[in-house]
């Protein structure tokens, strides 16, 4: 018989009952080390005071108005992300994967205002993950995505990742758009090259086209700056954000130029709940914290003393992982090991991580994690990874 639960997730038997700062609770009282921040969302930890009372004073005054209405939380919260960053102008949603959609529709609109209709497709890398919409999987076009679920939405063309030239060979009249994760996270925590995003910046403008940016993963801070865009000293025309901003609220955004949003007038595209006071609310009590430079800086010395302590640990297991990458505090174990035996021996000694393709473990933590917590998880990881060692030499 079907559970309950439409069984589309391969859920592993924990029941977390609470949540403080790095750590999880169990049902049965375990503490768990969590690396995972709920796959890169939980940005300020877990119970973050800054962010309870956000979400409780809004909860006891206003919960939900519409969009047909003026909403003061989202436009103080539009206002910090502009001010914060390359764009103009905000639109909210709900999750990464609505911040997908209307940046293809965004883009696409663009260029049908600028009487080019012709122009509609969109440059994407293999390994890439835009969200389960039919726009989110007709853009990855992985087949274990969109296996069974066709027709795809038509308008994608699917590359090489890394591959510059493909690029350029791709480039047709019908071209708007190239949509790259700065850091890939579903694909294995692959960071694109600081001279790749340029020299994608550069074929934009050359080729009048738009660069989409997806930071649902690798923005707020996750990658020691505020975006990952920043580290290449370039900016995007359109940028897709979730998880993180919302610290644990549902709520995303698409960021976006004054040129590039301009075929986005009233009437064109809506959110029943996108940009709601409690959401917003809390955005705006994240973006406090994160948007700030001594904390970024911590984000990058936390990012340092954890790789150094994970590039030894890898030293010490050559039989169970191979190396370590990333950025900040998104970092990925590439294992020699299956990685799932690898997340699976990590629950064994309590310490949360997530597994991606190309056989790798994210390492994803709230971006508050202490440098006890550092010591504490590769502590935990070195067990694990011992655990695995005694299940191959057994096997
Ligand atoms: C890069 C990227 N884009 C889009 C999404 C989809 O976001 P959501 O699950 O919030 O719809 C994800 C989720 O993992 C992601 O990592």
């Not at 709520?251 to 949003?261: I, K, N, P, Y």
């Not at 001594?294 to 297991?317: C, M, P």
């Amino acid at each position: 018989m079907i559970p309950s639960v439409l069984p589309t997730y391969n859920r592993a038997p924990l029941q977390f009952v609470k949540g403080e700062g790095t750590w999880l609770i169990e049902a049965d009282g375990r503490r768990f080390l969590d690396l995972g921040a709920g796959i890169a969302v939980n940005a300020l930890g877990h119970a973050h005071p800054a962010l309870v009372e956000a979400l409780t004073t809004q909860a006891q005054a206003l919960w939900h108005v519409s969009n047909l209405y003026e909403i003061p939380q989202q436009q103080a919260l539009a206002d910090k992300l502009v001010d914060n960053t390359f764009a103009d102008t905000v639109f909210f949603t709900n999750s990464g994967t609505e911040a997908c959609e209307l940046a293809v529709k965004m883009a696409r609109k663009y260029f049908y205002e600028k009487g080019q209709p012709e122009r509609i497709e969109i440059l994407t890398f293999d390994g890439s993950f835009h969200g389960r919409s039919s726009a989110g999987i007709a853009a990855a076009g992985s087949e274990k995505m969109t296996k069974g679920f066709g027709p795809m939405l038509p308008g994608f063309v699917h590359l090489t990742f890394g591959d510059l030239d493909g690029v350029t060979n791709a480039i047709t009249d019908k071209t708007a758009a190239i949509m790259i994760e700065p850091v890939q996270g579903e694909g294995g925590i692959r960071p694109v090259p600081d001279a790749e995003m340029k020299a994608l910046r550069q074929i934009c403008d050359e080729h009048g086209l738009l660069l989409i940016l997806d930071e649902v993963q690798c923005g707020v801070g996750r990658t020691g700056k505020l975006f990952a865009y920043e580290w290449a000293g370039i900016t995007p025309d359109i940028m897709m954000v979730a998880k993180g901003i919302g610290g644990g609220f549902p709520l995303g955004a698409v960021l976006a130029t004054e040129d590039a949003a301009s075929g986005m007038t009233a009437g064109t595209h809506g959110s029943t709940y996108g940009g709601n006071p409690l959401g917003c609310a809390v955005g705006c009590a994240v973006m406090d914290h994160v948007a700030d430079a001594e904390f970024l800086a911590e984000v990058n010395r936390k990012s340092g003393l954890l790789r150094q302590k994970l590039e030894g640990l890898v030293a010490d297991h050559p039989e169970v992982f191979e190396s370590v990458r990333g950025s900040g505090l998104m970092l990925g174990l590439k294992c020699v090991a299956v990685n799932i035996d690898v997340v699976n021996a990590g629950y064994d000694n309590q310490v949360i991580t997530v597994p991606a393709a190309d056989n790798v473990i994210r390492l994803l933590p709230p971006l508050t994690l202490t440098d006890d917590d550092i010591a504490e998880a590769v502590a935990r990881l070195d067990k694990a990874a011992a655990l695995v060692e005694t299940q191959l030499a057994t096997a």
